[in-house]
C-alpha cells in the first residue's frame, strides 16, 4: 500500500507538477493567514496546566487585584538622587494615564500621621510613652534611652523575626536622621531651620516616607498599570516607555542604575528574547543548513528548493499551531528551529537517492520513481516515530509539555508532507528545466561518501570485538549520566545581562526580600490578619503586606485606646520645655553616651542572631572597629559639643526650641482616639488589598531567601501549603511545575520507547529488525546525559525535554539504515552506508547544526536545550553508524555459520 501511494506520488508529481504546487501554495497562503495571529506567552505559569488549582487562583488574583500585576521601577544611587529621581520619574509615568493608574513610591503619610498611634502594637506603645512626657532636650533622650533598652535590649525576642527586624532597622534609622540633624544644628556654618527640625520628628515618628532601603543605596517605586500582566503586547509597549522615561530620567545623576524589574519587566524580557531568537535561530540555522546541504551535493538549486519545502511545513505548522493551541510558550517557541533540524533530513534522504539515480542515467520520472521507494519508507517511518514520540507528551499535565508535543509532532508529519510532495514536484520542474539547458548531456557523479561504507564494512567484520568495546564505553558513560545534577534556579535559564534580574538580585540583598512571593487571599479582614501574623512568624519570611497592617481589629483597637489617651493627655498637659543648662549639659552627654552603649550591645545581638541589616545600620551609627576610617556618630557629636560648652547649650536649645513643637504637633496628630474602620483607609491602600467586588483580601508574603534554591523552594512551598492550602504564586507554582515535569518526562520517555518500539514492529513486521533500530538509540541517549555531566552540563526544566525529544529524533538513523539493508540484502553492508550512511551522516549533522544554533538564543534556557540536543543527536549518530554495522555483521555471520 505504501509503495503504491508513493509511486503515486512520483507519477502525479512528474505529470502535474504545476497543479500540486498551486495546492500547496494555497494552502501556505491559508496557514500564513492564521500563523499571523500565534502569539508569544513566555511567563512560566502558561507551562502549568491552567485547570490546576494553583493556577487559577493565581489567575483570578491576577483578575481581582489591580496591584497584583506592578511594574516595579527600582534605582541605586545616593539617597538625595534618589529621591529626587523618585519624585520626578513618578510624575512622568503617572502621566502615561492609558497605561498607568497611579505610581506609589512614599508611605501613605497622611494617614499615618492620623492613625500611627493605633497602627502600633500595644506592647510598644507602653514602652514608648514615656518618651512624649517632656519634651525637653535631657528628659527626652533618657526616655528614649528606656524606650530602647525595654524594647530592644531587655526583650529576647527583640528581632527574632523579620517584621521585628525592619522594625528596628527603620528605628535605627529614624535616630541616627535625628542625630545628624542635631549635630548640624550644634555647627557654626549651620543654615538648619524649622523644617530640618520638623523633618528630624517626623523620622523619629514614621520614618523614612520613601520607600528606600535601610542603607539608603535603592529605591523602589510601584506603578499599577490599567490592565493585567496576561495582555503580553501592552505589557511590552508599557515597560518600553517606562524603560525610556527612566533612561532619560536617570541620565541626570551620575553613577546611577535605574530600570524596571519583577514580573511585568521579566515578562518583557522573556517575550521579546524569545521573539528575536526565534527569527535568529531559525535564519542561523537555515543558513549553515543550506550551506553545507550545497557544499555537499555541489548543487545549488536542489538545496533551495530543499528549503522552500522546509519552510512551506514550517508554516503549515505555524498555522496549524495557531488554530490549536493560539500561542507560543517557553517550549513550543522554538518549535521552528526543531523543525529545520528533523525537516531537512527528510528532503537530504530523498536528494541523495535522487541525485544517484539521475547521474546513474534514468530520466526524472525513473529517478524520482526509485528515490521514493528507496526513501520514502524510511522518510514515512521516521516521521510517524519521531511524531509518535511528540505526541506521546501530550500525556502530560504540564501544558508546556502537553502543547509542544502537539505542535512538534503535527510539526514533523507536516515536514514529512511537503517533503515527499512538494519538493518532488520542484525537482520535476528543476530537472525539465536543466535537461533543456544541457541538451540531454550526462549529469556530473553525485558526490559519493565511501568512506563510511568502508568504515562500516570494517566494522562488520569484527563485530563482537566492537560490541564489547561499545559496551564498556557505554557503562562508564551510564555511570557519569546517574551523577547529573538539576538547576533549579529559573532565573538561570533567562538571558544574560538583564537590567530586570541584576535589580531583582539587588533588591534581594538591599530589602531583604525577594519579588517572587506567594500570595493567598482571605474572605475577611479577620482571616487576613490571621494569615498575616502567621507568616510573619515564620524565620524564612521576609516582609508580610496585608489590609491587617492598616486596620488593627476592634479588639486591638480598644487595648491600644487607654495608652493613646495617656500619651495624648502627656502631650496636652506637659506644654513647657525646660531649656538645657550646664548639669543638665553633662547628663545629655551621659545619655549620648548611654544610647552609643545601647545601640553596640543591639549590634552584638543582632551579629549573633545573624540579624545584618540590624548590624550593618547600627554600626552606621556607632562605627565598625574592623573597618577602615569608620566612626561613631554619636562619639563625634560627644566630641564637637566638649569643645566649647556654652555654645553647644545654646545651639542644642536652638535644635529644641524647633524640635519639641514639631514633635508635639505630630505625635498628637497620630493619637487619634476614633476607631479605624475599612472605610477610613484611603483608596490606594483599598486598592491594593480589597478585590474588585469587596469581598476578597489579598495577603502577600515575601520570602527572605531566593527561592530558586530547591531546598528552601520545598520547605518554602510546604510551609505556605500549611498556611492555607489555596496559596499560589509564583514559586509554589513554579515547585508544583518541577514535579509535574519530572514526572511527566518520565512517563513521557516510557511510552515514547514502547510507542516507538510498536510502530518499528508494525513498519519492519520483524521483532529483530524493530530491536536492532531501538538499540542504537537508547545507547545513544545513555551516551548523551553521561556526555552532558561530563562537560559539565546540568538537566534544566528546559533542556530536560531533550530526552523525550531525542527518542523521537534518534530513531531515524537506525530506521534509515535498516530500510536500505532489508532493499539491498546481505552482503551489502558497504554499499548501504556508501549510500544511506552518506545520508545520516549528513541530516545528523545538519540536526546538529540546527540545534547547536540555539546557542546563538539569548534565552539562556533555550541554548542550554540546543547543546543537549546537538550532544543526543551526535551520540545517536555515532551509536547508529557503529552499533547498527556490528549488529548486522554479527547477525550475517551467524547466518553464514548455520549454513
Given at each position: ?525 479577620e482571616e487576613a490578619r490571621k494569615l498575616t501574623d502567621a507568616a510573619n512568624d515564620l524565620k524564612m519570611i521576609g516582609m ?356
Amino acid at each position: 500500500m505504501r509503495e503504491n501511494l508513493l509511486k503515486m506520488i512520483a507519477r502525479t508529481a512528474e505529470k502535474r507538477a504545476g497543479f500540486m504546487l498551486l495546492i500547496a501554495l494555497l494552502i501556505t497562503v491559508i496557514a500564513s493567514g492564521f500563523a499571523s495571529k500565534l502569539q508569544l506567552t513566555m511567563h512560566f505559569k502558561n507551562l502549568m496546566p491552567q485547570n490546576h488549582p494553583m493556577v487559577k487562583e493565581f489567575n483570578q488574583v491576577i483578575d481581582d487585584y489591580d496591584t497584583a500585576s506592578m511594574i516595579i521601577i527600582a534605582a541605586q544611587g545616593n539617597e538625595q538622587d534618589l529621591k529626587n529621581f523618585a519624585d520626578n520619574i513618578a510624575v512622568k509615568v503617572a502621566a502615561l494615564d492609558k497605561f498607568i493608574n497611579r505610581v506609589d513610591y512614599k508611605l501613605e503619610r497622611d494617614f499615618i500621621l492620623t492613625h500611627g498611634f493605633k497602627l502600633q502594637k500595644e506592647k510598644d506603645l507602653k514602652n514608648s510613652r514615656d518618651l512624649f512626657k517632656d519634651l525637653s532636650l535631657l528628659p527626652w533622650l533618657k526616655h528614649l534611652n528606656d524606650n530602647f533598652e525595654k524594647t530592644w535590649v531587655q526583650d529576647d525576642e527583640s528581632i527574632s523575626t523579620s517584621e521585628k527586624e525592619n522594625n528596628a532597622v527603620l528605628f535605627l534609622d529614624g535616630i541616627k536622621f535625628w542625630l545628624q540633624t542635631l549635630e548640624s544644628y550644634t555647627e557654626s556654618d549651620s543654615n538648619s531651620t524649622s523644617d530640618t527640625a520638623r523633618m528630624a520628628a517626623e523620622r523619629i515618628l514614621i520614618g523614612d516616607q520613601y520607600f528606600i532601603s535601610g542603607d539608603k543605596k535603592m529605591l523602589l517605586l510601584f506603578a499599577q498599570p490599567t490592565f493585567t500582566i496576561n495582555e503580553i503586547d501592552r505589557v511590552i509597549e508599557v515597560e518600553n516607555n517606562v524603560d525610556s522615561l527612566i533612561a532619560i530620567e536617570a541620565a541626570k545623576y551620575p553613577g546611577m542604575f535605574a530600570g524596571t524589574t519583577g514580573m511585568f519587566a521579566l515578562s518583557r524580557d522573556e517575550t521579546v528574547a524569545a521573539s528575536e531568537d526565534m527569527y535568529i535561530t531559525s535564519l542561523v540555522a537555515l543558513v549553515l543548513i543550506l550551506a553545507l546541504f550545497i557544499i555537499s551535493f555541489r548543487m545549488w538549486v536542489a538545496p533551495l528548493l530543499a528549503g522552500i519545502s522546509l519552510t512551506i511545513g514550517i508554516i503549515w505548522t505555524a498555522g496549524f499551531a495557531a488554530l490549536t493551541v493560539g500561542s507560543l510558550n517557553i517550549m513550543t517557541s522554538m518549535f521552528s528551529v526543531i523543525l529545520i533540524g528533523l525537516g531537512v533530513d527528510f528532503s537530504i534522504h530523498l536528494i541523495s537517492v535522487y541525485s544517484e539515480k539521475r547521474t546513474q542515467g534514468n530520466n526524472v520520472g525513473e529517478a524520482l520513481e526509485m528515490a521514493l521507494l528507496k526513501s520514502g519508507n524510511g522518510i514515512i517511518t521516521g516521521a510517524l516515530t519521531t511524531a509518535a514520540a511528540f505526541l506521546t507528551l501530550m500525556i502530560s499535565e504540564s501544558a508546556g509539555m502537553s502543547e509542544f508535543g502537539l505542535v512538534a509532532g503535527s510539526g514533523v508529519i507536516f515536514c514529512m508532507l511537503a517533503t515527499i510532495t512538494i519538493l518532488p514536484a520542484m525537482l520535476v520542474y528543476r530537472d525539465k528545466l536543466l535537461d533543456k539547458f544541457r541538451g540531454g548531456k550526462t549529469l556530473p557523479p553525485a558526490p559519493q561518501f565511501k568512506f563510511l561504507g568502508t568504515v562500516g564494512n570494517a566494522i562488520s567484520h569484527r563485530p563482537v570485538l566492537v560490541l564489547i568495546f561499545l559496551t564498556l564505553i557505554t557503562i562508564a558513560l551510564f555511570y557519569s549520566a546517574m551523577h547529573i545534577t538539576f538547576d533549579y534556579n529559573y532565573l538561570n535559564m533567562e538571558p544574560v545581562g538583564l537590567t530586570s534580574i541584576k535589580l531583582q538580585h539587588a533588591m534581594e540583598k538591599e530589602f531583604n526580600v525577594t519579588p517572587d512571593f506567594a500570595i493567598v487571599t482571605a474572605s475577611s479582614v479577620e482571616e487576613a490578619r490571621k494569615l498575616t501574623d502567621a507568616a510573619n512568624d515564620l524565620k524564612m519570611i521576609g516582609m508580610v503586606t496585608s489590609i491587617s497592617q492598616y486596620l488593627p481589629s476592634q479588639e486591638e483597637q480598644k487595648k491600644r485606646l487607654p495608652i493613646i489617651q495617656e500619651i495624648k493627655k502627656s502631650l496636652q498637659d506637659n506644654n513647657r520645655i525646660t531649656p538645657l543648662n550646664k548639669t543638665g549639659f553633662d547628663n545629655y552627654l551621659d545619655e549620648l553616651n548611654r544610647l552609643e552603649d545601647n545601640i553596640v550591645e543591639l549590634a552584638q545581638l543582632a551579629f549573633l542572631g545573624g540579624q545584618d541589616r540590624v548590624d550593618k545600620k547600627c554600626k552606621e551609627i556607632v562605627g565598625d572597629p574592623e573597618a577602615d576610617n569608620s566612626s561613631s556618630l554619636l562619639s563625634t557629636l560627644a566630641q564637637k559639643l566638649k569643645v566649647n560648652p556654652p555654645q553647644a547649650i545654646e545651639r542644642l536649645n536652638t535644635f529644641e526650641k524647633y524640635f519639641a513643637p514639631h514633635f508635639r504637633e505630630l505625635a498628637l496628630g497620630m493619637a487619634t482616639t476614633t476607631p479605624i474602620t475599612l472605610d477610613d483607609l484611603p483608596q490606594n491602600i483599598k486598592s491594593r488589598f480589597v478585590s474588585k467586588s469587596g469581598e476578597k483580601f489579598l495577603v502577600t508574603i515575601y520570602p527572605k531567601e531566593q527561592v530558586w534554591n530547591l531546598e528552601f523552594l520545598k520547605r518554602f512551598t510546604e510551609r505556605m501549603q500549611k498556611l492555607d492550602p489555596r496559596v499560589t504564586g509564583v514559586p509554589p507554582i513554579f515547585y508544583v511545575l518541577i514535579d509535574i515535569i519530572a514526572r511527566d518526562g518520565r512517563i513521557a520517555a516510557g511510552l515514547t520507547v514502547a510507542v516507538v518500539f510498536l510502530l518499528l514492529l508494525i513498519d519492519f513486521r520483524n521483532f529483530r529488525s524493530a530491536i536492532f533500530a531501538m538499540i542504537p538509540l537508547l545507547t545513544g541517549a545513555i551516551w548523551m546525559i553521561g556526555t552532558m555531566q561530563l562537560v559539565g552540563l546540568q538537566l534544566t526544566m528546559v533542556n530536560l525535554m531533550g530526552l523525550p525529544l531525542i527518542i523521537g529524533i534518534g530513531i531515524d538513523d537506525g530506521v534509515h539504515i535498516l530500510h536500505r539493508y532489508e532493499i539491498e540484502g546481505k552482503g551489502h553492508i558497504r554499499e548501504v552506508f556508501s549510500s544511506t550512511g552518506k545520508a545520516v551522516f549528513l541530516t545528523s549533522l545538519t540536526t546538529m547544526l540546527a540545534f547547536g544554533s540555539l546557542v546563538f538564543a539569548t534565552y539562556r534556557g533555550l541554548g542550554s536545550l540546543g547543546i543537549a540536543l546537538f550532544i543526543g543527536v551526535g551520540t545517536c549518530f555515532l551509536t547508529s553508524v557503529i552499533i547498527m554495522p556490528a549488529l548486522l555483521g554479527l547477525m550475517e555471520k551467524i547466518g553464514n555459520s548455520k549454513k
